[in-house]
């Protein structure tokens, strides 16, 4: 007997987190679409076809909810990070900061991080927000920078790098500029990682001038025309 009530308490329970992770799902996908405005809990029971009762018994108002969409969304950011900096391990320094930036710019552009941040959502979600990308994000580029310095490979200080990397990154999340330019943000990215690393990072063999890097600026959509004399 008490095997079967443990069975099926187990099942219900199984049953609870699937449709919670259903719940979320369809939370993340409305909350967080660029442009959707406000969302109501009445939008997400009519794109479940739940009622809204059965929401609230998963999550007694929409604030813990957006908080478990945050949540699930930031443990994704984690996961993308560190898969980003193990896979650059053994790389040159700049090729460390760059893919990490890259990836970091794609996840917080995916989950509108930048928007949520700056006045999406009330208060205690812009907080948490800007304590999770914090937590996630710039403590780790401060990390490699300190990194890079303990080395000797940086000729400004890892602060003042740090200082502008997260500036630039939050700047360009928020920015109408990869539409204005016809970029993508990975682009326009990797262009902001270049300008600013490859004035700041010294070269690992001495006899290699600034000739020798390799630019990576993505070169403009439209072919220009050079002028003859």
């Known amino acids: 007997m008490r095997t079967m009530e443990t069975e099926s308490v187990s099942q219900v329970s199984d049953r609870?987190?699937?449709?919670?992770?259903?719940?979320l799902e369809a939370a993340g996908r409305l909350f967080l679409a660029p442009g959707s405005g406000r969302v109501s809990m009445d939008d997400l029971a009519c794109e479940l076809r739940m009622s809204k009762k059965t929401l609230y018994r998963h999550f007694p108002d929409k604030r813990s909810l957006l908080?478990?969409?945050l949540d699930r969304q930031f443990a994704a950011v984690d996961r993308t990070l560190v898969a980003a900096a193990e896979g650059a391990e053994e790389q040159p320094f700049d090729v460390r900061v760059q893919r990490f930036l890259i990836a970091a710019g794609s996840?917080?552009?995916?989950?509108?991080?930048?928007?949520?941040a700056t006045g999406r959502g009330d208060a205690m979600l812009r907080?948490?927000?800007e304590q999770r990308a914090d937590a996630l994000v710039y403590r780790r580029l401060d990390e490699l920078f300190r990194d890079g310095h303990r080395q000797g490979l940086l000729s400004a200080p890892p602060e003042l790098l740090?200082?502008?990397t997260r500036g630039a990154l939050e700047r360009l999340l928020n920015s109408q500029l990869p539409h204005e330019l016809d970029w993508t943000a990975a682009d326009l990215l990797r262009a902001t990682?270049?300008?600013?690393?490859?004035?700041?990072?010294?070269?690992?063999?001495?006899?290699t001038d600034g000739e020798g890097l390799r630019a990576l600026?993505?070169?403009a959509r439209d072919d220009e025309q050079e002028v003859g004399p």
Do not use: F, K
Not at 16 to 23: F, K, M, P, S
Not at 193 to 207: E, F, K
């Open 193 to 207: 990682v270049d300008t600013v690393l490859h004035g700041a990072i010294r070269s690992a063999d001495p006899g």
């Open 127 to 129: 907080q948490y927000v």
């Open 16 to 23: 609870g987190e699937q449709r919670a992770d259903v719940i």
């Open 107 to 116: 996840e917080l552009g995916r989950i509108g991080a930048a928007q949520l």
């Open 67 to 69: 908080a478990a969409v």
């Open 217 to 219: 600026i993505p070169t």
């Open 162 to 164: 740090s200082e502008i």
